[in-house]
């Protein structure tokens, strides 16, 4: 059974950077079928998709976001990392990392497996 | 890109039926068949319900169901049950590799 797990630092600064690392267990990154995300929710707040790597390191970005965050993936670790950089207040929520299927995987365009989530704060 | 419109809340009562609607644009909802519903309960991780519009994946009860006309997709959840009080938020792929979600539904079982 596919397991996501999130890790990185609980507290941020803000004008900081936030970086989470997504470790993959129980599969394989480097699957042709499938693209790699990351989705938060503020407290009390719906789900906002910050963006998706496919193994190759190709990127797509929640154009909101778009000028302050960086997906980067490693593949010999089987895992995927989330920098969003100059991060403030409005950026504190609980993280999560997401497996989401590509147009040919039995699940297409939707995400079947995520992490437990991780509550990131922005303060001083 | 904007979110996809959901109402804020839902109700019924156990047995009866609910639907809950998402409301997009014909860039991401009304361009591709690829709407999924997930189902989140307090201080969980979402749980996907629905994908391809109206797909269950293993395990989903078939009191969940889904559709689409134009620009707004649909989620119904027949048979009520007091298990299903929780959060539900509506996601389409929106084209160049892009995903957006709706606001959320809170779905009350009276």
């Known amino acids: 059974q596919l397991q996501l797990q999130e890790s990185g630092p609980r507290l941020v600064k803000p004008s900081e950077t936030l970086s989470l690392t997504c470790t993959v267990f129980g599969g394989s990154i480097s699957s042709s079928h499938y693209y790699w995300g990351w989705i938060r929710q503020p407290p009390g707040t719906g789900l906002d998709w910050i963006g998706s790597i496919y193994y190759s390191g190709s990127t797509s970005y929640n154009p909101s976001l778009k000028s302050r965050v960086t997906i980067s993936v490693d593949t010999s670790k089987n895992q995927f990392s989330l920098n969003l950089m100059s991060v403030t207040a409005t950026d504190t929520a609980v993280y999560y990392c997401?497996?989401?299927?590509?147009?040919?995987?039995?699940?297409?365009?939707?995400?079947?497996?995520w992490g437990q989530g991780t509550l990131v704060t922005v303060s001083s | 890109q904007s979110a996809l419109t959901q109402p804020p809340s839902a109700s019924g009562s156990p047995g009866q039926s609910v639907t809950i609607s998402c409301t997009g644009t014909s860039s991401d909802v009304g361009g591709y068949n690829y709407v999924s519903w997930y189902q989140q309960q307090p201080g969980k991780a979402p749980k996907l319900m629905i994908y391809?519009?109206?797909k269950r994946p293993s395990g989903v009860p078939d009191r969940f169901s889904g559709s689409k006309s134009g620009n707004t997709a649909s989620l119904t959840v027949s048979g009520l049950q007091a298990e299903d009080e929780a959060d539900y938020y509506c996601s389409s792929y929106a084209g160049s590799d892009n995903v957006v979600f709706g606001g959320g539904t809170k779905l009350t079982v009276l």
């Open positions: 997401a497996r989401l299927g590509g147009g040919v995987a039995p699940i297409s365009k939707a995400f079947d497996f």
């Open positions: 391809e519009v109206r």
